[in-house]
């Protein structure tokens, strides 16, 4: 009996020949070691499944803490509103919306008519202001002329009234030596009284000449000071006119397109907004971000319109307070009971480069800064 237990189990044990199962075993289930090399394969995966785990937290954990990243951010720029500066009818739109445009397009033509009409007579009130000019200097001139043949005037009555004095002091003595009767003497005395009378209106003709050079030169200053104004209304009226063709102030979108040809525009009104190119990203950071943070920092910046491409830029300045401080009704700490709350700051992100796809205002994008 025992040898024939031995011959079996000797038989189980040759090489090449499969094991007989033991009587525990039913037949068809994996043996014990199938299972123990499955129980061990199964440990080792999720050892190495931890492991990779936690290597790859480790990774994820260096790897994030020099990185500052949110996704309260969109992409921003300084919209324009185009409006009329000028009451006038809108006679042509030559942009449609969405429209790309290059600095100084043509936007909207109003009618010009009513400001040419304006430059033309300033144009007119400026020749008429030059032509008095003109006329008041060669008064001046003229009277200069006058002023100097008065003076000469005056020379002449005076050289005059010394020789009626000399003639009237020689007839004098002559009359009372009898060589003269006293008719002549008293004739020559008349010529003096004459010659002082010429002289003094040749004085007061000089001096009143005189006097009218300060009255035209004053005018002449009245009309230049009239030229000034009148050139000042004729560039306001080349200006106005100058404003009835609106161009576009730097490269960039044609949107919310209002503007229509027949409508009446009126100064201040909105035709449209304009959105330039450039733009940038302003993101809001908490203010428990910032420790790190500094300008010219490289960023990538992901925008949710296009998930397969980023974008390159770098942090070019900080907000100096919150953005709640700023806001239209600013919180009030000292009121009521306080709770503190994480403020965010504005951070603004400019591109390495201009964008090459459509990126507007309001769009969201998750900027990464590299602090570290």
């Known amino acids: 009996m025992d040898q024939r237990v031995d011959d079996e189990r000797r038989q189980e044990t040759v090489p090449g020949r499969p094991a007989r199962p033991s ?7 994996p043996s014990r070691l199938d299972r123990l090399r499955a129980r061990r394969t199964l440990v080792l995966t999720i050892a190495a ?45 030559p942009v449609t919306d969405n429209q790309v445009v290059k600095a100084g397009t043509v936007l909207v033509r109003l009618d010009p008519s009513d400001y040419q009409v304006q430059t033309d007579q300033g144009n007119a009130q400026v020749d008429q202001a030059q032509a008095n ?64 009378a010429t002289s003094a209106a040749a004085e007061a003709n000089a ?6 050079l300060p009255v035209l030169q004053s005018q002449t200053l009245q009309a230049k000071a009239q030229l000034e104004q009148q050139r000042a209304g004729l560039e306001q009226a080349k200006v106005n006119l100058g ?22 525009a009126a100064a201040g009104q909105a035709l449209m907004m304009f959105v330039p190119l450039d733009v940038w990203v302003t993101a809001n950071f908490k203010e428990t971000q910032l420790a790190n ?8 910046i992901a925008v949710d319109a296009f998930p397969n491409h980023t974008f390159k830029g770098h942090v070019d300045s900080v907000q100096a307070g919150s953005g709640t401080a700023f806001s239209l009704l600013p919180p009030e700490n000292a009121t009521g009971n306080y709770v503190k709350i994480v403020q965010r700051v504005p951070v603004k992100i400019v591109f390495d480069k201009r964008p090459d796809v459509l990126l507007g205002p309001g769009m969201s994008a998750v900027p990464s800064v590299k602090v570290r």
Do not use: C
Request: proline share 3%; glycine share 4%; aromatic share 6%.
């Open 133 to 196: 000019i003109a006329n008041l200097n060669a008064q001046i001139a003229a009277q200069q002329a006058r002023i100097e043949q008065a003076d000469k005037q005056t020379v002449q009555a005076q050289a005059a009234l010394t020789f009626a004095q000399q003639e009237d002091e020689r007839y004098e003595r002559l009359v009372k030596t009898g060589a003269v009767t006293v008719e002549t003497a008293q004739q020559y005395h008349s010529n003096l009284l004459q010659a002082q």
């Open 293 to 300: 943070l500094r300008p010219g920092q490289p960023v990538d």
């Open 243 to 264: 404003r009835t063709v609106i161009t576009a102030p730097v490269d960039g979108y044609v949107t919310k397109l209002t503007a229509a040809k027949g409508d009446y």
């Open 23 to 29: 009587p525990m075993e039913k037949p068809g289930e």
């Open 49 to 93: 499944i931890v492991i990779a785990l936690g290597v790859g937290t480790i990774v994820w954990w260096i790897n994030a803490s020099h990185y500052e990243s949110t996704d309260d951010a969109f992409i921003d720029a300084r919209t324009v509103t185009i409006s009329a500066q000028v009451n006038a009818q809108v006679v042509d739109v």
């Open 207 to 212: 001096v009143a000449t005189a006097k009218q």
